[in-house]
């Protein structure tokens, strides 16, 4: 089989290109490499007794092939075909032959290893042998992760602590949810039977369960898929049991109930306002919070006549437990017509909802594409990138919107001591980022080498991520050109779905056509997608990944399983955006990470080299079955036995949350979102360029920038996005009496007294059960549940007079400088220009917030 795949196993007299520089040597094709072997020049004032230089060495593994492009060259040109490769650790090679026969065999061969392996065991993983260190290392970087051992270090089954929370084997045989893993963290008050029920309302009865306890006021991170509402708003008593029995785990050991909460101030490290707690609310605020919980948690709270005059006032002495939702608004509604959708908060009157905007694997791949494509020439050129096409791709963008999301969810475990739910489509890509990341930010521990291996090994790895397709390790012959066989200009470079720039829909219509393509796409794809690729850019588009799903329904079941594909549309950064998010957290808080930036970018590389088992299957029950511990190395071998070279020299172990600079949490600053350099295999220098100025289209119609409003333009770097209207990813705030989120409709103002009369007259009348949240409501005769939804008929109020009387109760009067978690404006699909609609729905969401 080797050799049907082998064309032509070594070819001589072979010139490589790379950053301008090149060299001639001799190209090996293995049948999991590509070995390139060449000899450097002699220097100079070299000796002649002086022996000469070893060759040098260079590997690349087919799985780490993203596009390939054979540009063959006739014979009478006397020009060398070449071979470009491009790799998913962003290494750009390109290789020149003199003969074009030899250049065509070498291409045929590295697309047959490539793309034709047809199934997973033939990956280099099951043939590598690890050397002495790697396979020595004690524990094996497969037992790093026990998840009872975490749960315990969690503080489950501690007595002292008294944790609501239970180990439930439901899932041990992998039947009640396939992609979730063995033992799933309950509430102790929900039996299994509950349990059973409340998997059907969840797309792959992927449940809410727990992720993580914070440590002090023991509030909870837990994850979750979308409910299967539909169009008919389908509801289910048991998972509002479970999420209400979860949102109520700490409510008997309220140990803020009896601090005074104060006046909201606007959330932001570089406000000079004053405060009660005097400073910067990314450290005094943690330090006020924990103290007094620890002192509830001790009994100090001795009488004293006068302690109801020095109450402190801080943040988190009312719980605000939320549902984060990290889909934009009208994407989640959109999945109402495939009986999918999000949470009726008419029957979660115990939390709040938002909305995240973060966009789906579609938007996040093609913003790869632009940033590739900037890249793509420096096989051929030692120049820099186009900082300016750098900053058009948003990926920047992308990875501040998520840390803003981070700190949002961060903020309301640390801070707000509530509980926090995450769910996105599937609850394994969206879902995963945010819970992994806003852990690190919670949790010292995770921010240690061991910490970081067991948090990805949990969030990622056990509770499930399509890696598999996300990665695409098995590739596809898409990705595989022959430049002159190209029928037309407008051919599908590397994904096959990018559209010339201009074909581009305006932002809503784009936004909200895409919607709904995804809805009506739901029924033509396979069951076992994943609901991310559900979203296709067009219906001839949909219909080309229907041969990878659909079109193979005619074929057995054994044929199907011997026959694996990259499904082009389900490729996506995922996991490499985490490790970018974590390099961010990295690069602002340099001594609070054990290991270091080079920790990170080899295991970029190994996410994609196949060298390695722990990426190669997409939850538990896979890698059970494949038995995939025995048959293949773990990574994390590699890096636990070369444990010096990933250590962070300036690491501070020390945790005390009254030294500045060493306290338990962590925030990350999305204004400060910068390229991760060595992530994109290029210098700081060429990435982050500090701005001299500001560019003539940030200063339009006499509007400051973002940069210029913020901070002095010499700190950021020339690829920090630059806008004229602060658009943070928040899209939707929404309880069970009120909703503001796209399109809604303005409203008056009210002031904060009357907000805080009417939250806690709410809360006299709702049932004892479910009150462990503070909601808004309307006049109490006006009871009407506001949805902005536009275009979609079965959300719509029943009447706009209504609708907007509520907005009028809820937001008039609202203070201008009133931020409580930081959120700024809100996102939304409309032009930049409407300012006043704009701050009207800020003003919305923060009334909603309090």
Excluded at 75 to 103: E, H
Excluded at 831 to 841: C, G, S, Y
Aim: proline share 6%; hydrophobic share 30%.
């Amino acid at each position: 089989m080797a050799m049907e795949r082998t064309r032509i196993a070594k070819v001589d007299e072979v010139v490589l290109s790379r950053r301008g520089e090149q060299a001639k040597g001799t190209l090996h094709l293995t049948p999991h490499h590509l070995i390139f072997v060449h000899s450097p020049p002699p220097l100079n004032e070299q000796s002649p007794n002086t022996p000469p230089s070893r060759p040098r060495e260079l590997w690349i593994t087919y799985p780490i092939i993203s596009f390939c492009t054979l540009r063959p060259s006739p014979i009478a040109s006397r020009q060398p075909s070449s071979i470009r490769l491009r790799c998913r650790d962003f290494t750009f090679i390109c290789f020149y032959f003199n003969d074009d026969r030899k250049a065509r065999d070498v291409f045929e061969s590295i697309k047959a290893w490539t793309c034709k392996l047809g199934k997973i065991e033939k990956l280099y993983a099951f043939t590598y042998r690890p050397p002495g260190p790697e396979r020595d290392v004690v524990p094996s970087g497969w037992s790093v992760y026990d998840p009872m051992r975490e749960w315990r270090r969690q503080g489950l089954g501690d007595e002292k602590r008294n944790l609501n929370w239970r180990v439930s084997t439901i899932n041990k045989d992998y039947q009640f949810s396939p992609t979730y893993p063995a033992l799933l963290v309950v509430p102790t008050s929900i039996s299994d039977n509950t349990l059973n029920y409340a998997g059907k309302y969840r797309s792959r009865a992927r449940i809410p369960v727990l992720s993580y306890v914070h440590p002090i006021n023991n509030c909870s991170i837990t994850r979750c898929s979308q409910p299967m509402v539909g169009v008919r708003q389908n509801r289910s008593i048991q998972d509002e049991k479970l999420l209400a029995a979860i949102f109520g785990t700490t409510r008997n050991e309220r140990p803020l109930a009896g601090i005074v909460s104060p006046t909201p101030e606007r959330e932001d490290s570089g406000s000079s306002k004053d405060n009660s707690l005097g400073g910067d609310l990314h450290q005094t605020d943690a330090e006020a919070i924990e103290d007094a919980v620890i002192a509830k948690l001790r009994g100090d709270d001795e009488d004293s006549d006068d302690m109801d005059q020095k109450k402190p006032m801080v943040y988190g002495a009312q719980q605000k437990n939320m549902i984060v939702d990290a889909r934009p608004t009208i994407n989640a509604i959109a999945m109402q017509a495939a009986g999918m959708g999000s949470e009726n908060m008419d029957n979660y009157k115990f939390a709040t909802k938002v909305y995240l905007g973060i966009d789906n694997i579609h938007v996040m791949r093609q913003s790869l594409d632009k940033v590739i494509d900037t890249l793509k020439d420096s096989d051929l050129t030692p120049l820099g990138p186009n900082r300016e096409q750098l900053q058009k791709s948003n990926w920047l963008k992308h990875i501040g919107n998520m840390l803003e999301g981070v700190s949002l969810i961060a903020r309301q475990v640390g801070l707000q001591h509530s509980h926090v739910l995450i769910h996105c489509s599937d609850g394994w890509d969206r879902t995963s980022q945010l819970s992994a990341l806003a852990q690190m930010c919670l949790d010292p521990y995770y921010r240690t080498l061991e910490g970081f291996i067991v948090l990805v090994e949990k969030d990622w790895l056990s509770f499930g991520h399509q890696f598999k397709y996300r990665t695409g390790f098995l590739s596809s012959e898409k990705w595989f050109h022959i430049e002159n066989e190209r029928v037309s200009g407008r051919y599908d470079e590397e994904e096959g779905d990018r559209k010339p720039s201009g074909d581009a829909l305006s932002g809503a219509q784009k936004t909200f056509e895409n919607a709904f393509l995804s809805a009506k796409g739901f029924f033509t794809k396979h069951n076992n997608d994943s609901r991310e690729s559900i979203n296709v850019d067009s219906e001839a588009e949909a219909g080309t990944d229907a041969d990878a799903s659909s079109g193979r329904k005619s074929t057995s079941k054994k044929n199907e399983h011997d026959k694996q594909v990259t499904k082009v549309k389900e490729t996506a950064p995922i996991f490499h955006q985490f490790l970018d998010a974590t390099y961010q957290l990295m690069y602002e808080h340099p001594s609070r990470f054990e290991f270091n930036e080079r920790f990170l970018k080899r295991l970029l590389y190994h996410l994609y080299s196949c060298q390695y088992g722990t990426f190669l299957f997409d939850n538990e029950r896979q890698r059970q079955e494949a038995n995939i511990s025995e048959k293949t190395t773990s990574v994390w071998n590699y890096f636990l036995s070369r444990r010096k070279e990933f250590m962070n020299p300036n690491y501070d172990p020390e945790v005390d949350d009254n030294v500045r600079g060493k306290e338990r949490l962590i925030f990350p600053d999305e204004r400060k979102v910068r390229w991760w350099a060595q992530g994109f295999g290029r210098t700081d220098e060429e990435m982050n360029v500090p701005l001299k100025y500001l560019p003539a289209s940030a200063e339009n119609n006499g509007e400051e920038s973002e940069l210029s409003s913020t901070h002095d333009s010499t700190q950021y770097s020339h690829s920090v996005p630059v806008s004229r209207v602060r658009t943070p990813v928040v899209t939707g705030v929404e309880t069970a009496t009120a909703a503001v989120g796209v399109g809604s409709p303005p409203g008056a103002r009210m002031n904060v007294s009357e907000i805080a009369a009417l939250v806690e007259n709410d809360n006299k009348h709702e049932q004892p059960s479910l009150t462990t949240s503070a909601t808004i409501t309307s006049e109490p005769e006006a009871d009407v549940e506001v949805k902005d939804v536009p275009e979609v008929k079965a959300m719509e109020p029943e009447s706009a007079s209504a609708q907007h009387a509520v907005h009028e109760d809820v937001v008039e009067q609202l203070p201008d400088g009133l931020d409580p978690l930081g959120i700024g404006d809100v996102k939304d699909h409309v032009p930049a220009t409407k300012r006043v609609a704009l701050e009207r729905r800020k003003e919305q969401l923060e009334a909603l917030m309090q």
